[in-house]
């Protein structure tokens, strides 16, 4: 088993926990390709699918006073959510094996909720997210890569605005090194979204990168890719 981030914490996240319902449905619903569904003529029941296959990812209801979400989990990390949360329990009325619920009571940061909801949605997708994220794990330390690298080692050169996008929502930023990913011109993220103005510049330069100017040598620090793989 590869290793994993731990959680942000065990219990009490306070005010960055607080996620509702209908943050959890946005929050599914601005992956590409997916629409709410109401089945069973019973508005409590919301869930998320993927178009084309129908596939749910995100099942929400109300139980016991909570708001719970079904998410489908990947075998080797379903314990891991279960035994670092204890409102993360076997899926209800689903495959325990496969499905985790989580119980919305103001336990869970809402950064490893999204996280899941996003593990989730993975788990029903070959999507274009998926391979820009196993594409950004591919940058080797002490390099970057441009945003049209990645969407051409993810398969597709034309996607490079859907790199940022997927990047802005990295669900695992300790496993998806989104830091080493710069512009065509070698400049950093303006406002990097895990943590802020800095923060990237200070993560390349741990990495050996030199950072002048919130820019990156490109000659220097770029990586060079041949026939879909990059070269050493």
């Given amino acids: 088993m590869k290793k994993r981030q731990e959680p942000h914490t065990k219990q009490g996240g306070g ?20 629409y709410k569904e109401t089945p069973f003529r ?4 919301q869930l998320v699918r993927v178009k084309g296959s129908k596939k749910a990812f995100l099942w929400t209801y109300e139980r016991e006073g909570y708001i719970n979400l079904n998410v489908k989990v990947d075998p080797q990390w379903r314990d891991f959510w279960r035994s670092a949360y204890p409102a993360v329990i076997p899926g209800w009325h ?8 989580i119980i919305l009571d103001g336990s869970i940061p809402a950064v490893d909720i999204k996280r899941m909801i ?18 950004a794990k591919k940058i080797p330390r002490g390099k970057v890569a441009t945003y049209g690298q990645v ?19 990295n669900p695992d930023p ?20 895990f943590g802020g103005a800095g923060r990237q510049a200070d993560l390349l330069r741990a990495d050996g990168i030199v950072v002048v100017d919130d820019r990156v040598d490109l000659k220097q620090f770029g990586i060079c890719i041949r026939d879909g793989v990059i070269l050493e």
């Fill in 174 to 193: 300790a496993e998806i090194p989104c830091y080493r990913v710069v512009n065509a011109k070698g400049e950093l993220a303006g406002a990097f979204a």
């Fill in 15 to 34: 005010k960055d926990s607080i996620i509702t319902r209908e943050e959890a449905l946005a929050y599914g619903l601005s992956f590409p390709g997916t």
């Fill in 94 to 101: 689903q495959n325990k094996e496969h499905w985790n619920t």
């Fill in 42 to 45: 019973d508005t409590n029941w």
């Fill in 118 to 135: 996003a593990e989730s949605y993975d788990l029903v997708t070959d999507s274009p997210t998926k391979r820009i994220y196993e594409a």
């Fill in 151 to 169: 969407a051409e080692l993810a398969g597709d050169k034309k996607m490079a605005r859907a790199v940022g996008n997927a990047l802005h929502k």
